[in-house]
């Protein structure tokens, strides 16, 4: 067949059973963009969440709970210098975002250190009231009357944390506060001679021997005997169905997620009130141990040799005793729950960490001292001798994104405060504290007055007990 005759029938084909030219060559150019922009929206969507849609609201990620509820009903006994602000923090976003109510101080603490009382927290109606839902802030425990403010079916828990590092966090902390502390210039200094230093008729002295076995509502002076360690561990354990253990954070959040029946979202956190010290200071992976690192050097102050160290555990008698007891129940927990399975969702916790510290937080998590804060509402409280580490949001964050990472590194003393006004919206709020930067030195709150690391204040001027 001659070629001109054949083309002719080709586009007598095109145009007569399939269409005319123009139409397929506009169909080529519609497809072309169709592709490309779907190529470009995958790359796109890889790196910036759609708006108005924030990662926070994707389903759980973690594995399955079964048929369990969530337990609503939780009293968490915040000791001091555990990791516990972090703690607080998730039962501050898990509340907050399903408008659970909360036994809040009238203050900052429950009465600390005074043993707990139930008129100290604020709109108590009395035994039986049943008006909350969350309890956490520090108090000096007291059973009977938690009880009088707490559902009976509520989760009791608390953390542990080894005495040592404890009393290493403590001196930095109240090094101003507690006279024992402030007496000797070193930690060392104090560990190889305490009852140089301690007098136990000086108001908070408390800070500077068996913080744990204190804030559990013990005699924290009392003659250590093994008979006395194993009824304090019997009588822990009939309230308190879980004791966390700070230096496993991470396992203890995956514990923690399985016995509240919570998604794994509710159990990822960002370290909170974590001082500043040096990389050789973490402790294995974990990711309260390592947001504090920076390459800035310890003071020379802080500084043990193991002997030191166990001088410190020898003076702590009490609270080693508690926390061995209580490490040694953390890993038949891990034990009965399994090893690779704690293993597997560990990674998946921590997975999810890093996933959402590069979402929300500037250099990808990496904690900033808090002068460098340019938002001075999430300026963490600053307390003590070594300074306190906060985080900075992205920028260009979507509401929702924004409004969900900022629960995750709001500092405790601005979340409560927050809380305090939603709930008793008719009342006016205590007065916020001044930003860190206002005060003459750290440690410092207005008018001079010495405050807690929570922002509480704390006399200062040692006064003798009657």
């Not at 909360?102 to 203050?107: D, E, Q, R």
């Not at 360690?229 to 991470?250: G, H, N, P, T």
């Amino acid at each position: 067949m001659p070629f001109r005759r054949r083309a002719r029938m080709v586009r007598w084909m095109v145009c007569t059973r399939w269409g005319p030219l123009w139409l397929w060559k506009a169909l080529v150019v519609c497809v072309t963009f169709a592709f490309a922009g779907q190529l470009l929206g995958v790359i796109f969507n890889k790196s910036v969440p759609s708006a108005g849609l924030s990662i926070l609201s994707a389903p759980d990620q973690g594995p399955s709970l079964g048929s369990c509820q969530p337990h609503t009903h939780i009293m968490f006994l915040k000791t001091h210098k555990t990791a516990s602000s972090t703690v607080l923090n998730m039962l501050y976003r898990f509340g907050e975002e399903r408008g659970l109510r909360f036994a809040l101080p009238l203050g900052y603490q429950l009465g600390y250190p005074l043993p707990f009382n139930a008129h100290r927290v604020k709109g108590y109606k009395g035994p039986g009231a049943s008006d909350f839902h969350i309890m956490g802030n520090h108090m000096r425990f007291n059973r009977a009357e938690v009880e009088k403010v707490m559902p009976s079916d509520t989760f009791y828990f608390s953390i542990v944390r080894d005495p040592v590092a404890l009393a290493e966090s403590s001196f930095a902390y109240y090094k101003e506060v507690a006279p024992a502390f402030r007496k000797a210039k070193t930690l060392g200094e104090f560990a190889d001679n305490p009852r140089k230093f301690y007098d136990p008729r000086l108001r908070n002295n408390h800070y500077a021997r068996n913080l744990l076995w204190f804030d559990f509502g013990m005699d924290h002076n009392a003659n250590f005997s093994v008979p006395l360690a194993r009824y304090a561990e019997k009588v822990i354990k009939q309230v308190f169905k879980l004791i966390l253990v700070s230096e496993y954070f991470d396992q203890s959040m995956i514990l923690l997620r399985h016995a509240l029946c919570w998604p794994l979202d509710a159990v990822v956190s960002f370290s909170l009130n974590a001082r500043q010290q040096k990389p050789d200071q973490s402790s294995g992976s974990s990711w309260v141990a390592k947001a504090a690192t920076t390459q800035a050097k310890t003071p020379s102050n802080f500084a043990l040799t193991d002997e030191q160290r166990e001088k410190l555990r020898d003076w702590n008698a009490l609270d080693w005793a508690l926390y061995q007891a209580f490490n040694r129940t953390f890993w038949e927990k891990i034990q009965e729950f399994g090893t690779t399975r704690m293993d597997h969702e560990v990674a998946l916790l921590r997975m999810r960490r890093e996933e959402l510290a590069r979402l929300c937080l500037r250099d990808g998590g990496k904690p900033v001292e808090g002068q460098r804060i340019r938002d001075k509402t999430i300026r963490p409280f600053q307390s003590g001798v070594v300074k306190i580490l906060g985080y900075e949001l992205q920028p260009h964050l979507d509401n929702a994104t924004r409004t969900a990472c900022l629960r995750m590194i709001r500092p405790e003393i601005q979340y409560k405060d927050l809380l305090d006004v939603k709930q008793f919206p008719r009342v006016t709020a205590p007065a916020q504290p001044a930003p860190p930067d206002s005060r003459a030195r750290a440690g410092q709150g207005e008018g001079g007055g010495v405050r807690d690391g929570d922002g509480s204040h704390l006399k200062q001027e040692p006064v003798k007990l009657r």
